[in-house]
């Protein structure tokens, strides 16, 4: 009997069926969000052809120079998500501010976060790049929205995912019961459940660090990839390999896939600023669906879904991936 492709809509309907987690209003929200990575994966593989590499002409409220494709991916998931009625307010990486659905709109009671374009630094070389994107629920206790509204700890995320433009269009994507991957078969124009269930595996012998940062490291994340890069010489009696792609979607998605771990840590180059990473729409999102795979997500000495945000831009030191390696970087972090 063939095997008959079970598409995003068909998968949420499913889940909804099954345990009724997924209100009607998130389900459309995910759709639509789907949808819109759809349409950036098109601008992404135009390339030179759609005029749309190199960088614009702005900087973003993080101080970096746009890409043409930074933005263009920005108003795709703007424009698509302001009309349906699932959404109260969308916060982006390219904002400086929430962006309130207009009043011509009617307002849902979702709120949605997202990074349009990580990794854009690889979009000039063909390097995989990726949408990351955190849903919460907007508070109910008083009209309106604000920014205050998605000052809201990881662990209060209704959906969380990630599309990564790569040899394949994968969606990747939780609602809080397991990780299910999705990729896009271009013929049908849909996604199709190609992975359910994933689980990373505990043990792991492949790291994912800018080794070029480690004389700003702090001590334990010294010690931890000294240690690795001891190899079966030294205390940990294995030999680790390393990737670094420089696109949190590209490194976390191979951590999905086979395991690892993934650091960004603080380092003394920038000291008062926690790390580089974005809380809210970076790790946030990627911390859910690593713990939602049997993984740990930790900042070096707490859990990263337990962070309260102070601000909407907020940055975070992120250790991720295979168990058994964040529980060990974390300790080494733990008070002498
Ligand atoms: P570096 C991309 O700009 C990003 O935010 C993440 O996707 C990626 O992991 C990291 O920064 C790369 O940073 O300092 O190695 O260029």
Request: aromatic share 6%; proline share 5%; charged share 25%.
């Amino acid at each position: 009997m063939t095997q008959h492709k079970i598409s995003l809509t068909r998968y949420l309907v499913e889940q909804q069926r099954a345990d009724g987690h997924i209100p009607g209003q998130l389900r459309l929200l995910l759709e639509v969000v789907a949808r819109a990575c759809k349409s950036i994966s098109q601008a992404v593989n135009k390339g030179d052809l759609g005029g749309v590499l190199g960088t614009a002409e702005s900087e973003n409220v993080q101080g970096e120079v746009q890409k043409k494709l930074d933005i263009i991916a920005n108003e795709v998931l703007i424009e698509a998500n302001e009309w349906g009625g699932h959404l109260a307010a969308m916060a982006s990486e390219e904002m400086d501010s929430i962006y309130v659905v207009p009043n011509r709109y009617p307002q849902g009671e979702y709120l949605l976060l997202f990074d349009p374009l990580d990794g854009s630094s690889n979009i000039d070389v063909n390097v995989s790049i990726g949408t990351i994107f955190s849903v919460l629920k907007k508070p109910e206790d008083h009209p309106g929205v604000q920014e205050a509204d998605f000052l809201q700890a990881g662990a209060k995320q209704v959906a969380a995912g990630y599309c990564i433009y790569g040899p394949q269009t994968t969606l990747v994507l939780t609602v809080g019961d397991g990780v299910a991957m999705f990729t896009l078969d271009r013929e049908q124009g849909s996604f199709v459940l190609t992975k359910e269930n994933i689980q990373i595996p505990a043990d792991t012998k492949e790291f994912a660090i800018n080794m070029s940062n480690m004389r700003h490291w702090d001590a334990p994340v010294k010690r931890y990839i000294d240690e690795c890069l001891a190899g079966s010489e030294g205390p940990r009696g294995k030999d680790f390999n390393m990737r670094w792609i420089a696109s949190m979607v590209t490194d976390v998605h191979r951590i999905l896939m086979r395991g690892g771990i993934f650091l960004y840590p603080w380092d003394k180059r920038e000291p008062g600023k926690p790390g580089k990473l974005r809380l809210m729409y970076e790790a946030n999102p990627m911390s859910w669906l690593v713990e939602q795979a049997g993984g740990m997500a930790t900042n070096g000495r707490e859990r990263i879904l337990d962070i309260a945000p102070g601000k909407l831009h907020e940055r975070v030191s992120v250790m991720l991936g295979s168990k058994n390696e964040v529980e060990r970087v974390t300790r080494y972090h733990d008070p002498l």
